[in-house]
Protein backbone atom coordinates (compact mmCIF):
# COMPACT_ATOMS: atom_id res chain seq x y z
CA UNK A 1 0.00 0.00 0.00
CA UNK A 2 0.85 3.64 -0.78
CA UNK A 3 1.73 5.78 2.27
CA UNK A 4 2.71 8.53 0.40
CA UNK A 5 0.44 10.53 -2.33
CA UNK A 6 2.22 12.87 -4.77
CA UNK A 7 0.03 15.66 -5.78
CA UNK A 8 -0.50 16.62 -9.05
CA UNK A 9 -0.05 13.03 -11.06
CA UNK A 10 1.24 15.04 -14.05
CA UNK A 11 3.00 18.48 -14.33
CA UNK A 12 3.62 20.39 -17.66
CA UNK A 13 5.49 23.97 -17.44
CA UNK A 14 8.26 26.14 -19.79
CA UNK A 15 12.40 25.60 -18.66
CA UNK A 16 12.85 28.38 -16.56
CA UNK A 17 9.21 28.27 -14.68
CA UNK A 18 9.39 26.45 -11.32
CA UNK A 19 8.06 22.92 -10.33
CA UNK A 20 5.99 22.28 -7.19
CA UNK A 21 5.14 18.82 -6.21
CA UNK A 22 3.59 17.77 -2.94
CA UNK A 23 3.49 14.35 -1.17
CA UNK A 24 0.87 13.98 1.97
CA UNK A 25 1.53 10.95 4.01
CA UNK A 26 -0.29 9.06 6.38
CA UNK A 27 1.35 7.67 9.88
CA UNK A 28 4.20 9.50 11.73
CA UNK A 29 7.91 9.24 10.36
CA UNK A 30 11.41 9.38 10.69
CA UNK A 31 12.51 10.78 7.84
CA UNK A 32 10.61 11.84 4.57
CA UNK A 33 12.74 11.33 0.93
CA UNK A 34 12.16 12.33 -2.47
CA UNK A 35 13.68 10.24 -5.47
CA UNK A 36 13.90 11.38 -9.19
CA UNK A 37 13.18 8.90 -12.34
CA UNK A 38 14.14 8.98 -15.75
CA UNK A 39 12.09 7.48 -18.16
CA UNK A 40 12.06 3.20 -17.29
CA UNK A 41 15.38 3.56 -15.48
CA UNK A 42 16.45 3.12 -11.56
CA UNK A 43 15.70 5.72 -9.14
CA UNK A 44 18.42 8.60 -7.72
CA UNK A 45 17.59 9.58 -4.35
CA UNK A 46 17.29 13.91 -4.27
CA UNK A 47 17.27 14.38 -0.62
CA UNK A 48 16.50 13.12 2.68
CA UNK A 49 14.65 15.71 5.33
CA UNK A 50 14.26 14.46 8.99
CA UNK A 51 11.23 14.81 10.86
CA UNK A 52 12.82 17.82 13.17
CA UNK A 53 13.36 20.04 10.20
CA UNK A 54 10.88 22.01 8.33
CA UNK A 55 13.04 22.97 5.49
CA UNK A 56 15.83 21.66 3.71
CA UNK A 57 18.02 22.96 0.15
CA UNK A 58 19.72 21.35 -2.27
CA UNK A 59 21.34 22.95 -5.10
CA UNK A 60 17.78 24.15 -7.12
CA UNK A 61 15.74 22.01 -4.73
CA UNK A 62 13.97 23.16 -1.96
CA UNK A 63 12.33 20.74 0.01
CA UNK A 64 9.47 21.48 3.13
CA UNK A 65 8.21 19.12 5.50
CA UNK A 66 4.92 19.80 7.75
CA UNK A 67 4.39 16.66 10.36
CA UNK A 68 1.34 18.53 11.71
CA UNK A 69 -0.02 18.53 8.55
CA UNK A 70 1.43 15.27 7.33
CA UNK A 71 2.81 16.82 3.89
CA UNK A 72 6.09 17.50 2.35
CA UNK A 73 6.71 19.70 -1.05
CA UNK A 74 9.44 19.86 -3.27
CA UNK A 75 10.19 22.93 -5.57
CA UNK A 76 12.03 22.87 -8.47
CA UNK A 77 13.42 26.53 -9.03
CA UNK A 78 14.49 27.56 -12.84
CA UNK A 79 13.52 24.42 -14.49
CA UNK A 80 15.45 22.93 -17.53
CA UNK A 81 14.04 20.32 -20.07
CA UNK A 82 16.88 17.86 -18.20
CA UNK A 83 14.31 18.13 -14.52
CA UNK A 84 12.08 16.10 -16.90
CA UNK A 85 11.31 12.86 -14.96
CA UNK A 86 9.05 11.64 -12.09
CA UNK A 87 9.36 12.47 -8.85
CA UNK A 88 8.48 10.47 -5.74
CA UNK A 89 8.22 10.88 -2.19
CA UNK A 90 9.16 8.03 0.42
CA UNK A 91 8.65 7.22 4.10
CA UNK A 92 9.65 4.73 6.43
CA UNK A 93 6.75 2.44 7.06
CA UNK A 94 7.34 0.10 10.51
CA UNK A 95 6.52 -3.62 9.37
CA UNK A 96 5.59 -6.34 11.76
CA UNK A 97 9.55 -7.50 12.10
CA UNK A 98 10.08 -3.84 13.92
CA UNK A 99 12.46 -2.71 11.02
CA UNK A 100 11.56 -0.33 8.87
CA UNK A 101 11.61 0.27 5.34
CA UNK A 102 10.59 2.71 2.44
CA UNK A 103 7.14 3.08 0.63
CA UNK A 104 6.78 5.03 -2.12
CA UNK A 105 3.64 6.87 -3.20
CA UNK A 106 2.90 7.30 -7.65
CA UNK A 107 4.88 10.20 -8.09
CA UNK A 108 4.56 13.09 -10.20
CA UNK A 109 5.10 13.14 -13.87
CA UNK A 110 7.09 16.28 -14.57
CA UNK A 111 7.38 17.51 -18.35
CA UNK A 112 9.65 20.15 -18.81
CA UNK A 113 9.48 22.22 -22.52
CA UNK A 114 12.57 24.15 -24.13
CA UNK B 1 32.59 3.66 -6.37
CA UNK B 2 30.99 1.35 -8.82
CA UNK B 3 27.26 2.08 -8.20
CA UNK B 4 24.21 -0.78 -7.79
CA UNK B 5 24.23 -3.37 -10.74
CA UNK B 6 21.59 -5.77 -11.80
CA UNK B 7 21.86 -8.22 -14.26
CA UNK B 8 20.52 -8.82 -17.00
CA UNK B 9 18.98 -5.85 -18.18
CA UNK B 10 16.19 -7.32 -19.98
CA UNK B 11 14.55 -10.42 -20.03
CA UNK B 12 11.49 -12.26 -21.82
CA UNK B 13 9.93 -15.32 -20.37
CA UNK B 14 6.69 -17.16 -20.85
CA UNK B 15 4.04 -18.39 -18.24
CA UNK B 16 5.04 -21.05 -15.64
CA UNK B 17 8.54 -20.38 -16.32
CA UNK B 18 11.22 -19.25 -13.00
CA UNK B 19 13.29 -16.38 -13.38
CA UNK B 20 16.56 -15.34 -10.97
CA UNK B 21 17.65 -11.79 -10.84
CA UNK B 22 20.34 -10.58 -9.61
CA UNK B 23 21.82 -7.52 -7.74
CA UNK B 24 25.21 -6.22 -6.87
CA UNK B 25 25.60 -3.67 -4.09
CA UNK B 26 27.52 -0.70 -3.67
CA UNK B 27 30.62 -2.21 -1.90
CA UNK B 28 30.03 -1.30 1.62
CA UNK B 29 26.47 -1.62 1.79
CA UNK B 30 24.83 -4.24 3.55
CA UNK B 31 21.13 -3.47 3.12
CA UNK B 32 19.80 -4.99 -0.15
CA UNK B 33 16.22 -3.95 -1.15
CA UNK B 34 14.31 -4.86 -3.78
CA UNK B 35 10.75 -3.57 -5.18
CA UNK B 36 8.28 -4.09 -8.15
CA UNK B 37 7.61 -1.41 -9.87
CA UNK B 38 4.53 -1.63 -12.75
CA UNK B 39 2.42 1.04 -14.03
CA UNK B 40 -0.89 0.41 -12.32
CA UNK B 41 0.52 -0.87 -8.72
CA UNK B 42 3.35 1.81 -8.59
CA UNK B 43 6.81 0.94 -7.22
CA UNK B 44 5.81 -1.91 -4.43
CA UNK B 45 8.47 -3.28 -1.80
CA UNK B 46 9.44 -7.10 -1.96
CA UNK B 47 11.98 -7.75 0.50
CA UNK B 48 14.78 -6.41 2.31
CA UNK B 49 18.19 -8.25 3.05
CA UNK B 50 20.81 -7.27 5.42
CA UNK B 51 23.66 -9.22 6.64
CA UNK B 52 22.42 -12.43 4.66
CA UNK B 53 18.93 -12.35 6.43
CA UNK B 54 16.04 -11.50 5.64
CA UNK B 55 14.53 -8.44 7.62
CA UNK B 56 11.60 -7.56 5.81
CA UNK B 57 8.84 -8.96 3.21
CA UNK B 58 6.02 -7.37 1.27
CA UNK B 59 3.14 -8.58 0.60
CA UNK B 60 3.89 -11.00 -2.42
CA UNK B 61 2.95 -14.45 -2.88
CA UNK B 62 5.98 -16.98 -1.74
CA UNK B 63 6.16 -17.72 -5.50
CA UNK B 64 9.03 -14.35 -4.81
CA UNK B 65 11.69 -15.30 -2.99
CA UNK B 66 15.43 -13.66 -2.39
CA UNK B 67 18.49 -14.61 -0.59
CA UNK B 68 21.91 -12.65 0.00
CA UNK B 69 25.19 -13.87 -0.19
CA UNK B 70 28.38 -13.22 2.49
CA UNK B 71 29.49 -10.69 -0.13
CA UNK B 72 26.06 -8.93 0.19
CA UNK B 73 24.66 -9.42 -3.59
CA UNK B 74 21.84 -10.57 -4.08
CA UNK B 75 19.53 -12.12 -5.65
CA UNK B 76 15.59 -12.32 -6.15
CA UNK B 77 13.21 -15.54 -7.52
CA UNK B 78 9.81 -15.59 -9.22
CA UNK B 79 8.73 -18.86 -9.71
CA UNK B 80 5.84 -20.39 -11.79
CA UNK B 81 5.93 -16.91 -13.89
CA UNK B 82 2.48 -15.57 -14.86
CA UNK B 83 1.49 -12.27 -17.34
CA UNK B 84 1.15 -10.04 -14.03
CA UNK B 85 4.99 -10.31 -13.11
CA UNK B 86 5.84 -8.38 -15.70
CA UNK B 87 7.26 -4.98 -14.53
CA UNK B 88 10.58 -3.22 -13.65
CA UNK B 89 12.27 -5.00 -11.04
CA UNK B 90 14.56 -2.30 -8.69
CA UNK B 91 17.20 -3.32 -6.24
CA UNK B 92 18.51 -0.63 -4.18
CA UNK B 93 21.10 -1.00 -1.67
CA UNK B 94 22.26 1.19 1.26
CA UNK B 95 24.67 1.19 4.34
CA UNK B 96 21.94 0.39 6.88
CA UNK B 97 25.00 0.35 9.38
CA UNK B 98 22.95 -0.67 12.49
CA UNK B 99 19.53 0.78 11.90
CA UNK B 100 16.75 0.75 9.65
CA UNK B 101 17.07 0.53 5.38
CA UNK B 102 14.51 3.93 5.57
CA UNK B 103 16.69 5.97 7.57
CA UNK B 104 19.25 6.17 4.66
CA UNK B 105 19.72 7.35 1.47
CA UNK B 106 19.07 3.93 -0.65
CA UNK B 107 21.07 3.57 -4.03
CA UNK B 108 19.22 2.14 -6.80
CA UNK B 109 20.46 0.07 -9.94
CA UNK B 110 18.73 0.44 -13.35
CA UNK B 111 16.35 -2.41 -12.63
CA UNK B 112 15.80 -5.13 -15.03
CA UNK B 113 12.92 -5.54 -17.20
CA UNK B 114 10.66 -8.35 -17.06
CA UNK B 115 8.43 -9.55 -19.50
CA UNK B 116 6.26 -12.80 -19.21
CA UNK B 117 4.47 -14.04 -22.59
Known amino acids: SQQGEEDPQALSIQEGENATMNCSYK?????LQWYRQNSGRGLVHLILIRSNEREKHSGRLRVTLDTSKKSSSLLITASRAADTASYFCATGSRMNSGYSTLTFGKGTMLLVSP | KAGVTQTPRYLIKTRGQQVTLSCSPI?????VSWYQQTPGQGLQFLFEYFSETQRNKGNFPGRFSGRQFSNSRSEMNVSTLELGDSALYLC????????????????FGPGTRLTVL
Open chain 2, 27 to 31: SGHRS
Open chain 2, 92 to 107: ASSLASSGNPSYNEQF
Open chain 1, 27 to 31: TSINN
